[in-house]
Structure formats: C-alpha cells, structure tokens
C-alpha cells in the first residue's frame, strides 16, 4: 500500500494546487523558488500533514516523505530528530522549504574547486519559508532542536522518479 496516496494529508491539495499554477507559469529557476514561497508563507500546513507514526522519524537518520510527486515538482516533507544533519550537497533543481517543527541549522558553503568557504548560516524556525536555486545552493542541513523537526519541501523536479533532490554530495575540505 502507498500511505503517500491512501493517506488523508490536511492541506496537501491546496499546495497541489497551487504550486501546479505556479509551475504552469514556467518561471525561471529563481523566480519559480520565490513564487513557491510566497505561496507557502500563506498556505504552510500544519503537522497533521504527517502521520503520527512519520512524524515519529527514525533513529538511523532524517527521513524523506514524498507526498506528490509529478513531472514539474515534488512536495516532500523531512523528518528529523534531534542532532540529525545532511552531508554537504546541493541540488537537482530549485527548492523551496517551511517549518513545521523544531529548529534547522543550515550552513551554506561556495565550492571554490579544491576547498569550500563557509558562506553563511541560519536557523530557519516554524512557521518560516525559505527558497533557493542552483547554482549556489551547496548547505548542510542539522535540527538542532531538542524537539522532532518537520519540514515540507516543495522542489522544482520529479524527486520520485529521481530518487532524491540531491545532485550532488561535497566532500572536499572546509576552510
């Protein structure tokens, strides 16, 4: 059974909706990341987009729900308990992020070929909206919260088909 499409998920019809108009618009990468946002600091559903049991997360590491997934974007929701991080990356397409729980920690970072430089850092808390585009959007991602976080994700490509948001992992020294 796919609990994504069999789940009643409050508030994902309306993200739907209207991220499917904005992406009919076909908007450059960073105009589509700023309009998705836009629309999601008005329509940032609540945690009963999830289930009690993915909001829970897992001890091995954060966890991606993939709520709708078509051609022109995807709508995830990660779930992240505390002291979980990503590894530095970036990403396949532009990305647009909110709040729901808990307290991301983001560090970005320019590749500069042999070494990144750390660029800057936020702690995006709920209820805010962020959005970005490639190139330039290479970040580490950790709650540092002592709460479960929960953040929905709406990101500019298929992420079901692809597999993840993820183009590309950084490991190359931080200086």
């Not at 532009?94 to 990144?116: A, M, V």
């Not at 709650?143 to 976080?149: A, F, K, P, R």
Request: hydrophobic share 40%; aromatic share 6%; glycine share 10%.
């Amino acid at each position: 059974m796919n609990l994504a499409t069999t789940t009643v998920r409050p508030g994902l019809d309306v993200l739907v909706h209207g991220v499917s108009s904005i992406a009919a618009r076909r908007l450059g990468r960073r105009e589509s990341a700023l309009a998705v946002a836009a629309f999601l600091r008005e329509h940032l559903p609540a945690l009963d987009i999830l289930t009690p049991q993915e909001r829970a997360g897992s001890p091995d590491g954060y966890v991606s729900h993939v709520l709708h997934a078509e051609e022109d974007f995807s709508i995830v929701a990660v779930v992240w308990r505390p002291g979980q991080d990503t590894v530095i990356h970036d990403h396949v397409s532009w990305c647009t992020f909110g709040i729901l729980s808990g307290i991301e920690h983001e560090t970005l970072y320019r590749d500069k070929g042999d070494h990144l430089v750390e660029i800057g850092r936020a702690d995006n808390r709920p209820g805010e909206v962020s959005g970005f585009a490639p190139p330039g959007d290479i970040h580490k991602v950790r709650n540092t919260s002592d709460e479960v976080g929960v953040s929905l994700h709406v990101y500019g490509a298929n992420v079901a088909t692809l597999g993840s948001s993820v183009r590309r992992v950084y490991d190359l020294p931080v200086r």
